[in-house]
């Protein structure tokens, strides 16, 4: 499976500079990458203000909780804080019922590829290859 992670400029920075090697992504309720990304699934990496990937890494761990209550959200955190490397503001944005955490390998800076335009809510998008990816465009 293929992930494109929408990325404000302050988390992608984190991601090149190798400070985050953990994505968190937490909703009230489930949604998407929750339950459905998996090891060595693909992850490409784009600034939210952009439609052009020029990272990709290897999903090398995920794992989807939910009904969390505010003890264990912190729990994650204090627990993985030196992968996600967390400002407040994002721990307040991140800190919900639902969380998903994926942990990332072999993050390398590739060619540009165009990914489809996407609504400014939106900061996870799946396909199944590449080639869905060029066939949206």
């Known amino acids: 499976m293929i992930h494109i992670v929408i990325c404000d400029n302050k988390e992608l920075e984190k991601i090149i500079n190798k400070k985050r090697t953990m994505l968190l992504r937490g909703y009230s309720k489930r949604r998407i990458p929750h339950s459905r990304i998996f090891i060595n699934d693909e992850l490409y990496f784009v600034n939210k203000k952009e439609n052009i990937s020029y990272y990709h890494a290897i999903v090398s761990n995920a794992e989807s909780l939910q009904k969390l209550n505010n003890e264990d959200i912190n729990n994650i955190f204090?627990?993985?804080n030196d992968k996600l490397d967390l400002t407040n503001e994002e721990k307040t944005k991140w800190g919900k019922k639902c969380i998903c955490?994926?942990?990332?390998k072999s993050l390398e800076k590739i060619d540009g590829i165009n990914i489809p335009k996407y609504t400014s809510l939106e900061d996870w998008l799946m396909y199944e290859s590449l080639e869905d990816i060029k066939k949206s465009i």
């Open 101 to 104: 955490l994926i942990e990332f």
């Open 78 to 80: 204090d627990k993985y």
